[in-house]
């Protein structure tokens, strides 16, 4: 346990025909306000852990910052859920961009949305890394072995960064799309080229997910759980292969098979 993902709470368990009384690991919810330039700009529900990682990766999520250098300062108040950070530029993106919707025609096909940041962010993956079916496999029961907190919380998501031969960091979550961030803050904070890596999720892929991981330039995303229409939609057409129900000895290929090796 990381000491900030979770808190001991008595508890009354329910077991044989009687109550006995328990200690248990209860995951920590914690809202944290990020200012920018003296300005308001998010509050995110997360788990007190690796802010600094969370809140360089979602205003980069959010098309604030490109790299870690556009940020001249950052203080975290962990005691009263403050996060303030001074850009380079001096400035952000008009404001009514983070909310509003792009239509797009997407070559054709089926029509999608985006935020107007998405549309700016998201990156289409040419070419990317080609995955073994059984390194897969193995990457998942990696991050079953390292997801501690989930194990004596049932109550975080997990997400690493990982390369075919294994994970590079691993970060967890009360909320997926907060593991994410936190993976690409790392990866800005600490200059990791991320091209040449896959992540490896526990979560259901959203196309919310899609799109972080699209504008990580990962081309291989692996999760445990389910993906939805639209983030097979957007995986088709920005490249990213999507790999669902990866449990046990089987998973489910939705996109851009090619990437998967057998053998």
Not at 19 to 39: C, H, K, Q, R
Not at 143 to 168: K, R, Y
Request: proline share 2%; net charge neutral.
């Amino acid at each position: 346990m990381s000491g900030f993902a979770a808190k001991r709470r008595p508890i009354a368990k329910y077991r044989n025909g009687r109550f006995v009384e328990e200690e248990d690991e209860i995951a920590l919810e914690f809202p944290l306000t990020i200012t920018v330039n003296g300005e308001e700009f998010a509050t995110i529900v997360c788990t007190p852990a690796h802010l600094d990682e969370l809140v360089i990766g979602f205003l980069a999520s959010e098309g604030a910052i490109r790299t870690y250098s556009d940020i001249k300062g950052m203080t975290i108040d962990g005691e009263r859920g403050f996060a303030y950070v001074e850009l380079a530029a001096g400035g952000l993106p008009a404001k009514q961009f983070y909310a509003k919707r792009f239509i797009g025609s997407c070559c054709g096909k089926s029509r999608q949305f985006y935020f107007y940041n998405d549309m700016k962010t998201a990156k289409t993956i040419v070419g990317g890394i080609a995955v073994k079916a059984d390194d897969c496999i193995h990457l998942m029961e990696l991050l079953h072995e390292q997801s501690t907190d989930f194990a004596a919380t049932g109550g975080l998501h997990n997400a690493a960064l990982a390369t075919p031969d294994g994970i590079v960091v691993a970060r967890s979550d009360i909320g997926r799309h907060n593991a994410l961030d936190k993976l690409y803050g790392y990866c800005l904070r600490h200059q990791v080229a991320m091209k040449d890596k896959l992540i490896v999720f526990s979560g259901r892929v959203s196309s919310e997910v899609l799109l972080k991981a699209a504008k990580m330039g990962v081309s291989v995303l692996l999760s445990k759980s389910a993906p939805t229409t639209l983030a097979l939609d957007l995986a088709d057409e920005l490249g990213i292969t999507v790999v669902g129900f990866l449990r046990g000895q089987a998973f489910n290929v939705y996109t851009h098979e090619s990437r998967i090796i057998i053998g």
